[in-house]
């Protein structure tokens, strides 16, 4: 039987350094500033840069470095390209509803190539690393799904999640307390739904929770103002199609009960976005916060300057430092806007021809 030193000394021989000459940790300094648009080249070079690039410290490593990159997700119907789309990155025969990219840090957009066909009015929540693309309508039966899809950032690889409990489209959908809810939305029949569920994407498993009070087809989701509950914004019961709720429900994981908030949405075609724990109202000629002690709405910046009414997706990024909006532009066209929350200026950033479709629903993660 080997003692412990010689497991040692044949632990030692069969270590490789991951970059000759260097030590390890120097290795995984250097190799946490490589840009992600490398990361699948990267990864490619050999096992132990595979590794490095999925271990936990790698996170913490292109923090310290100061080498994070914000991405942003965007579900969206996009204009087929005749194959020769200039930066080589979108297919000719574009799927007309799929997955682009838009790199907040470095201004660079792509397509998901690898991902799986997404249905139509999908949508999609990120926790952690980790992107869930769910439910949307079937495309040849127009009929909602229960499927789920998720991506790992980090590796570049999408797997087949765990179906939601209840097949379900135009729901309520966002991360909170490390899970990722889905509430209300219509089922096959259109009927408004108010059924809840939790899933956990590294375990692979949904959660049933109890129904909500109302019936809540096209419903807005989010944290609520501590990051850990999930909030349920208007929507409407099947007998009042359109007629948009002005109150919300929030899920207490404590209790398993939802508790109502009233007057949360205004106006009625507002996008909403959790903010440094502070819910926002997107609409109009200004950006409300909602203050809930209060149970009212304050201004805390200007609208996105041509944002058409009733068009926007909005998804906070770098921990709320900015917030990235998608829509319509009332003179014609799509674009996306960025927010800097200390200075109050917005950026608007005008896609590439192959990147201008509308954006249904939209994720971020930090790299």
Known sequence: ??????????????????IPGMPDDVAVDCLARVPHRSFGSMRGVCRGWRGAAA????????????ANEDLVFLLQFGIPTDGNPGNGDAPANTQAYGV????????????????PPVPMFAQCAAVGSRLAVLGGWDTK???????????DAT???????APMRSARSFFACAEAGGKIYVAGGHDKLKNAL?????????????????????????CDGMATVAGDRFLAVSGYRTGRQGGFERDAEWFDPAARVWRRLERVRAPPSAAHVVVRGRVWCIEGTAMMEYRGERREWREVGPSPPGLKAGTARAVA??????VVVTGAISSGGHA??????????WTVVRPPPEFAGFVFSVGSVRV
């Open 141 to 151: 039966t127009f009929e909602p799904v229960a499927d789920v899809h998720v991506l």
């Open 55 to 66: 271990a936990p410290e790698f996170a913490l490593a292109r923090a310290d470095a100061g």
């Open 336 to 345: 996306l806007w960025v927010f800097d929350v200390k200075t109050k200026i």
């Open 317 to 322: 990024v770098g921990g709320g430092e900015r």
């Open 194 to 218: 108010k059924t809840a569920e939790a899933y956990d994407a590294r375990a692979d498993a949904w959660d049933p929770l109890p129904d909500m009070s109302e019936e809540r087809d096209e």
């Open 1 to 18: 039987m080997r003692n412990q030193k010689s497991r040692a000394q044949e632990c030692k021989v069969d270590h490789i350094d991951l």
């Open 100 to 115: 682009s990219v838009y790199n907040v840090t470095t201004g660079e957009w792509r397509r998901e190539r690898a991902a």
């Open 155 to 161: 590796t570049g690889v999408w797997r087949r999640g």
